[in-house]
């Protein structure tokens, strides 16, 4: 059971970049739920993802010389998940109907910045890689996905703000 979660249902062995491939697959889930109806099923999906992930790697990891193996990758999906939230809920908030094609910003921004961040790992995002322990393996990632949701933000506000009304 470790395993599944852990490589969220072998998502994980997708190569090259088996990260980008669960953050992909996260962003469409995310999409898919919003566009149904279940904005709120984001923020529920990440707090299980997170719960999920603190329970399932350090069992996967057991026993394993590599402390941060690419196939784990619900780390990713709850980085990503997080990163979602900072635009998904305003999005639903304001009763915008379309994320997919109308908000397509609502989710190509957190993707991007997401996948930045935890390539990049820049500030905390890398101290907690270099923990090199399970905990370090979810903790980079949710970083990240903090990271990528104040930026996505940050952003929103700015072209909102600033940008939009000059246009």
Known sequence: MSRAVATVL???HL???SGTWASAATVAVAVGLYQAGLALAVPVLFVLAVLAGFWAV???LAGRGDTDPSEVVIDEVAGQLLALCFTVIPLWRHDV??????????WVVPFLLFRLFDIWKPWLVGRADRRHDAAGVMLDDLWAGLFAGLGSAALAGL?????????
């Open 10 to 12: 072998g998502i994980g």
């Open 15 to 17: 190569r090259p970049a």
């Open 58 to 60: 350090p069992r996967y």
């Open 97 to 106: 109907a379309d994320l997919a094609l109308a908000a397509w910003p609502g």
């Open 159 to 167: 072209y909102h703000g600033a940008i939009e009304p000059w246009l």
